[in-house]
């Protein structure tokens, strides 16, 4: 689950730094320092990723980000997809998960694992890493290019059309670094799915 600060907020009454749900705005806590309040929100996401999620161990869920803005649609009776350079080759800082590294190893491992479909599922596009709400579309192939990881996306029509009138800003992938199955076969490198965002926590990673 995403989480942002908010400087002011109205659910801290003595606090200027709050610590938040970044799908509901749900309070998580608040702090004399923006430090503090960043210490809080990296202490939520080394949980999440250290938890269990689905079937797997949980992963990253906000990585490289990529800027939407542009994307060219294919139409085929009606409905839209496009390629999305998800996950480029080379190693970037992120302050809550430490260095993110993908080499061509790892790329052929995310994109295989896509293509047999390892997880028994198409990979999910959500709204702001909110994996229970509607979807916004559906990986349903990938590639491991000299670049990087490419992933072959479905969009749902409100979703495409969002995207055309900007509505929508940018892509972040969502990966588990181990994932295991429900009969116990560990799997290295699995495409969790991705979201759409207009406030990536990871600036400082949009190409």
Request: hydrophobic share 40%.
């Given at each position: ?9 109205s659910k801290c009454d003595s606090k ?192």
């Amino acid at each position: 689950m995403p989480y942002k600060i908010v400087s002011g907020s109205s659910k801290c009454d003595s606090k200027p730094f709050a610590v938040v749900k970044e799908a509901d705005g749900h309070l998580i806590g608040c702090h004399e320092t923006r430090d503090d309040a960043l210490r809080q929100m990296a202490a939520l996401y080394a949980s999440e990723r250290h938890g269990m999620s689905e079937g797997g161990i949980m992963g990253v869920t906000a990585s490289y980000i990529i800027d939407v803005e542009g994307l060219v649609f294919d139409e085929n009776n009606g409905v839209k997809t496009s390629w999305v350079h998800a996950l480029p080759i080379g190693q970037y800082k992120h302050p809550l998960y430490g260095t993110i590294d993908i080499n061509a190893e790892r790329a052929k491992n995310f994109a295989e694992g896509v293509k047999i479909k390892v997880r028994g599922i198409d990979p999910s596009i959500n709204y702001v890493h909110d994996n229970n709400n509607v979807a916004a579309g559906w990986v349903k192939d990938a590639e491991n290019r000299v670049d990087g990881v490419w992933l072959f996306v479905e969009w749902v029509a409100d979703a495409a059309k969002a995207i055309t009138e900007k509505k929508w800003r940018y892509f972040s992938a969502e990966y588990a670094d181990e994932w295991e199955s429900p009969e116990g076969k560990k799997f290295k490198d699995v495409i969790l799915g991705g979201a759409l965002t207009n406030r990536p926590f990871m600036k400082n990673l949009v190409p």
